[in-house]
């Protein structure tokens, strides 16, 4: 059974892509879940703009990536305060998601999971901290700084 694809499904297709199913994989799972419809003139006008939206909305995501990039290079540095002894020595170590609050409370929504450590950061000092974002990735100067 022909069916035209409204979702990337792996292993099956792409969006807007017309494939060829089992009509029990179509009518019991791809059709009733909406992840695909009869080939029609109008199905194809529907994933078109679909297809147009997603480009519309990447680029829109792309240049909002580039613009953090930008504001996050012109930034000299970011600083955290840690609980640490007379010595420099932090009583636990700062973490990704530390880092990512003090980027959030700068303006900066930035997942943990972009922030890339290279060392465990477990005393007071200044850091070089790498952040991705979209397919690129800079870095910041973090100032570690006992409370």
């Not at 010595?87 to 530390?98: F, P, Q």
Request: proline fraction near 3%; hydrophobic fraction near 35%.
């Amino acid at each position: 059974m022909e069916l035209l694809l409204k979702k990337t499904i792996e292993k099956v297709g792409e969006l807007g892509e017309i494939v060829d199913v089992s009509p029990g994989y179509a009518r019991n799972y791809l059709i009733p879940k909406g992840y695909a419809e009869p080939i029609s003139p109008a199905g194809l006008r529907r994933v078109e703009q679909l297809k147009k939206n997603i480009a519309e909305e990447q680029a829109f995501k792309t240049r909002q990536e580039k613009e953090m990039l930008r504001n996050i290079q012109s930034r000299e540095s970011f600083t955290i305060m840690a609980e640490a002894d007379e010595n420099g020595k932090l009583y636990g170590s700062v973490t990704e998601s530390m880092i990512a609050d003090v980027l959030k409370n700068d303006g900066f929504d930035i997942d943990k999971k972009n922030i890339i450590i290279d060392e465990p950061i477990k005393n007071c000092d200044i850091f070089s901290i790498s952040v991705k974002i979209g397919e690129e990735q800079t870095q910041f100067k973090l100032w570690v700084v006992a409370k």
